[in-house]
């Protein structure tokens, strides 16, 4: 039996995001659609569509026009999911911009999205972000108009001056959004996904969790992220259901207070926040008991952490699931009454119109019923493609349109399937992808620095910590301090390696390739991380 499953079949929503939004708000108008607990606001569907529509105006007045990208460079908050809305309405495409970017990084998306106008916070707590912009422009060429700040005058300006958009004839394979995800070429490829990519998955996460317009779902997964802005915003104003917004950033505290006052009945994460909240010394006093199901995804999901979710945390019907940006994102899901087994120690099976198989290496045939391979993926749910990059897109989606995701897994008889490693050079740390290649190329620029290697380490909290094995040129000396320091303010904290080794030489095989998997393991007993690497994931 070959390792080929297939979803069942639904109909495909022929539907942009403004018409999802518009329909839920006609059906649920008094249904709250938005809770955004450190702002103070919430939202009913007929609110957010209003709001939406109003932005849609002042982005029209502003001169934006279909196709014209707009960036989005904040943390959770409800201008975003305006944004989100808004964009969809007049045509144009949102880019999403992770918070954590810094000069280097925001240079560089800039360039390549060509956006026209960027939205943000001037600052918050963690950075002025302002002034990384100004930094990022510095000498750089980009098509950039409009830089306005969320909150102050230049987007209250921005609403007042709103004109009404004529009737624009938009379709569902219209590209809607950019979502950025490093790529192995060592910089960010942008992930152009389209309506109908976006509002099927929503539907079918939906499906899977058996969601309904008195769901009230706990976010505290990042808006800019397919997690948050599908998984959550969309997915939610497909079904009706409240999307509850605990802070700006992930913070355990916020997050089970919001599900306790909020009563929410969803509750979405990466296994580090899990962790984080599960471990948290005021975890005990919460009532969570209004939790029914919920999604852990984005990494390896540990077991155990999965059973502590369901008996501790009480979230009875919680499920794994498993996919990547480029696939908008979900492709594979526990059901909510799967047996708590398959729901803790697989991410589920080939969701509502989805394909998937597992393919063996050279020419990808696809391999028995329990044999390795790299997990592919073929439907609606496949991107657009990498924008501006048509061989990447073509490495990453064959000629018969299967997605290979650089993921490597097994598929039982049942149809369940185990991620079992990766074919991709990937680090994930905390729930954010990183690759090796990009830390290299940023930490050769540094003076002092003959020879770098970036790998992962096994983290117990994070899932993955980020080393680099740096060789010197002769006679120089450096300390990790000053190697960490030079990376602050140009990358984002996250790709700031956690350990630094300096050493002499690299393991290579005979014919000159370095060997990561043996720097990997020298730094795991090295440094007595066996314990965190024994930890089994679905
Ligand atoms: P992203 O594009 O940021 O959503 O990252 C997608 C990558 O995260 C996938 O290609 C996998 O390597 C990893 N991933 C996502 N969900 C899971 C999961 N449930 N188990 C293991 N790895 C996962």
Known sequence: MESYSCGPDYPILEITLGQALDRTAERFPHQDAVVARRQGIRLTYSQLREGAVKVARGLWGLGLRPGDRIGAWASNCVEWLLLQHATARIGTVLINVNPAYRSHELAFVLRKSHMKALFLHEADARSNYLEILNQARAGLECPLEHVVLLGTDSWHGMLEKGVDPPSLSLSANDAVNIQYTSGTTGSPKGVLLTHRNLVNNGWVMGWTLKLGERDRICVPVPLYHCFGCVLGSICATVYGAALVLPSPQFEPLATLEAVEAERCTVIYGVPTM?????????????????????????????????????????????????????????ITGSLTDDSLELRVSTVGRALPNTEVKIAGPGLGETVEVGEQGELCTR????????????????????????????????????????????????????????????????????????????????????????????????????????????????????????????????????????????????????????????????
């Open 274 to 330: 899990f962790i984080a909240e599960l471990d948290h010394p005021e975890f005990r006093r919460f009532d969570l008991s209004s939790l029914r199901t919920g999604i852990m995804a984005g990494a390896p999901c540990p077991i155990e952490v999965m059973k502590r979710v369901v008996n501790v945390m009480g979230c009875r019907e919680m499920t794994i699931g498993y996919g990547q940006t480029e696939s908008s994102p979900v």
């Open 379 to 538: 439907g609606y749910l496949v991107m657009k493609g990498y924008d501006e990059e048509p061989e990447a897109t073509a490495r990453a989606i064959d000629s018969e349109g299967w997605l290979h995701t650089g993921d490597l897994a097994t598929m039982r008889p049942d149809g369940y399937f185990r991620i079992t490693g990766r074919a991709k050079e990937m680090i994930i740390r905390g729930g954010e992808n990183i690759y090796p290649r990009e830390i290299e190329e940023f930490l050769y620029t540094h003076p002092k620095i003959a020879d770098v290697y970036v790998v992962g380490l096994p983290d117990a909290r994070l899932g993955e910590a980020v080393l680099a094995a740096v060789r010197l040129k002769a006679g120089e000396t450096a300390t990790e301090d000053s190697i960490r320091d030079f990376c602050k303010g140009r990358i984002a904290h996250f790709k700031i390696p956690q350990y630094i080794s300096f050493v002499d030489s690299f393991p290579m095989t005979v014919t000159g390739k370095i060997q990561k998997y043996r720097i990997r393991e020298r730094e795991i007993q090295a440094r007595g991380l066996e314990a965190a690497a024994a930890i089994k994931t679905a």
